[in-house]
């Protein structure tokens, strides 16, 4: 090895000591393990786990092999750490960060989350199908989620620009959620849980793999909450309750069946959420529990995928997506002292088809190529809004297509070159070309440099196209341009040992044409308009242990730093700092284990030029599972040491933070038949 491999072999070593020297007794303590695969016992080999992906370039690779920087969140961390929603799934891993505006969590990444914003520039999958709805492009990461978190297997988080496999609204990430099979249940299973603010959930669940190869997997899950009690200092007056409300409540209903036979494969899934809104958004009357909203989800995916042979591998899927949304807001209309109390209405209807076909081939030795063209057509996108008059009520159907390739080729035996490009074409707007490119180079044993390149975009929503009050406050524009994002980006990652792996990356990013609600200067009047550009530098620092006895360790630390390039101002709701600490310790070897979560969110702007506080959220669970593996019990406390602390506030409210969930428990009893 010559003196300057050696040098970039060493040098994250040093950065990764660093780390573990700064961080808990309990990761300093742990005894040194093998250096090599070779030295290791026999039971400690078959406890070594291989991370693949499958969503980095649509076939599974090593997640070393894979063309972007990744994160895997298993079924297993899911479970102990006691996480509720997919949001807080994703809030747990290094560059994201979450919003929560006690009606919907959002998802912030790598310093962009919009005030406002429905989290467009996040592609959201659920075992390949596509989430995100077709009026206003939004995924669903909270309760709203069309999938109940007990049904994950794992979470593939896959950061930066997908457009050159994926198309539109693939900027940030993309994050493809993996269900479980009716093997890995094996039997019925039970599960009902209790927490604070007078909230339950119960599930049913039967999986199994029956003889004829049929596998097949059926669950139920239905969830209350009575919410908590809620003081905002922005309306502490007589006439608007000294500022306490209550309509914090929520429901939600959620169905899935999964099913493969062969070569085919389904899923169903379907979930009913509804949520009072307690911050009185839009200038709604405070405390009315009347405003509120209502999610109505449908996904229904067909897929078939079929090894032709040793070379030649087919891929097809359809999906069905259905997406109702309806939201009520109560509004006081009086002219004078007497109320005048009316209930506006906001609507989404949205129907679609999306179909997939692709091929994987190895042409040559050292040739993957991938290739493939996907059809969407957009059967209904209804918007309305109404109360004692019609405001507005706009019917739409589009469609549009793409193609793409990708070639991974293997140019040296440690030197792996990858370059893919997609054409969309929509309707709309017309086409949109994005390239892939990244170079993967072997530094040494454990060690591989990946140089990556990428362009995205987004195909304005119809929400930004159409939508208009009738003349009161916003209009439609005359025509959008579609969004973009070039990214750079370095990534080096290291394997120390089979147990302890870390990863550096650096990247920069420019987001063009950014869709934003300005004021138009002749008639006063919001119209979405393309006059934003963003820039944004950062890195993120991961290290990562996994040991035979169950103890699991992820820490990071984020650093980004993202300005409007017109203001030369940073974002608001864009937190420089983010550091994090995930563990889990065995307590009882195989039955009772611990998981303790330590996240620290830097400051960030707001709305309103003031800044939301940094906070360190503290959560722990603790875990038994019985020695014949059917009974579970967990307990979980949110927020432990009962922190005050808050997101920025959107447009759309008179608060300038939203508080969040002071301490919280959680206590679930699951059991398998």
């Known amino acids: ?178 269900t479980k099979n009716g093997k890995t249940l094996n039997g019925l299973e039970l599960s009902g849980e209790v927490a604070g603010f007078d909230t339950w959930k119960s599930r049913i669940s039967y999986g199994n793999r029956f003889d004829n190869g049929l596998d097949l997997l059926v669950s139920a899950t239905r969830g209350d909450s009575e919410g908590q009690e809620l003081y905002f200092k922005e309306f502490d007056d007589p006439a608007t309750a000294d500022g306490l409300a209550r309509n914090d409540d929520a429901n939600l209903h959620n169905l899935f069946v999964r099913a493969s036979w062969g ?51 087919l891929r097809a899927r359809t999906t069905y997506g259905h997406y109702d949304y309806d939201g009520r807001y109560v509004y006081d209309y009086s002219e004078d002292e007497t109320p005048y109390l009316v209930v506006n209405k906001d609507l989404y209807r949205g129907r679609w088809w999306d179909s997939e076909l692709q091929v994987t081939a190895r042409p040559f030795e050292r040739h993957i190529l991938t290739t493939g063209g996907e059809f969407r057509y957009n059967i209904r996108q209804d918007q309305a809004n109404w109360d004692e008059e019609v405001y507005f009520d706009d019917s739409r159907h589009s469609k549009n297509w793409g193609l793409y390739v990708q070639d991974e080729y293997r140019v040296l035996d440690n030197v792996t070159l990858v370059a893919g490009v997609r054409y969309d074409r929509y309707d709309t707007f017309g086409g949109s070309t994005n390239p892939r490119l990244a170079v993967l180079y072997d530094l040494c044993d454990r060690t591989t440099l990946k140089l990556l390149y990428g362009r995205a975009f987004r195909a304005p929503n119809a929400y930004e196209l159409y939508y208009h009050d009738g003349g009161y406050s916003q209009k439609a524009p005359l025509s959008l341009d579609p969004e973009t994002i070039d990214t750079y980006e370095i990534v080096l990652e290291r394997a120390f040992t089979a147990n302890l792996s870390a990863s550096l990356s650096g990247f920069y990013y420019v987001m063009d044409d950014l869709i934003g609600q300005h004021v138009d200067p002749d008639d006063d009047l919001l119209v979405f308009t393309n006059l934003e550009e963003v820039k944004a530098r950062g890195m993120e620092l991961t290290l990562n242990g996994r040991w035979a006895n169950g103890l699991r360790m992820r820490t990071s630390y984020s650093y980004v730093d993202a300005e409007n390039s017109a203001t030369d101002r940073t974002l608001a709701n864009s937190p420089r700092h983010l550091a994090k600490l995930n563990l889990i310790a065995p307590l009882l070897k195989d039955t009772l284990f611990a998981g303790l979560e330590v996240q620290y969110n830097g400051r960030s702007r707001t709305l309103a030029d003031n800044y939301a506080d940094d906070f360190i959220l503290t959560n722990l669970a603790l875990t038994y599972r019985s020695p014949s593996k059917r009974l579970e019990i967990a307990a979980g406390l949110y927020n432990l040491f009962d922190v005050k602390y808050g997101y920025p506030a959107f447009g759309e409210h008179t608060q300038d933070t939203i508080e969040q969930d002071g301490r919280m428990f959680r206590i679930k009893l699951t059991y398998r038949f």
């Open 1 to 178: 090895m010559t003196r300057t491999r050696y040098a970039f072999c060493s040098w994250l070593s040093i950065a990764v000591v660093a780390m573990i020297a700064a961080g808990p007794s309990s990761v300093r303590s742990a005894q040194p393990e093998p250096e090599d695969l070779f030295e290791m016992s026999l039971e400690d080999l078959m406890a070594v786990e291989i991370d693949t992906v499958v969503s980095a370039s649509k076939y599974e690779q090593k997640v070393s092999d894979a063309p972007s920087s990744v994160t895997i969140v298993t079924a297993d961390e899911i479970r102990k750490y006691g996480y509720r929603t997919l949001g807080e799934v994703l809030r747990s891993v290094p560059g994201f960060y979450i919003n929560n505006d006690r009606n919907y969590e959002y998802l912030g990444v790598r310093g962009f989350r919009r005030p406002g914003d429905y989290d467009t520039r996040i592609l959201l999958l659920v075992d390949g199908h596509r989430t995100n709805d077709n009026i206003g492009d939004s995924p669903l990461f909270g309760a709203q989620f069309v999938l109940d978190v007990d049904l994950i297997d794992r979470v593939e988080i896959i950061r930066g620009p997908g457009s050159s496999l994926y198309g539109s609204n693939a900027l940030l990430a993309v994050i493809n959620v993996i």
């Open 263 to 313: 070569s085919l494969g389904l899923i169903a899934a379907h979930t009913a959420a509804e949520k009072g809104i307690p911050t009185a958004p839009w200038d709604a009357v405070f405390g009315d529990g009347r405003t509120r909203t209502y999610d109505d989800t449908t996904l229904i995916g067909l897929s078939y995928e079929r090894e032709m042979s040793e070379t030649l591998a």
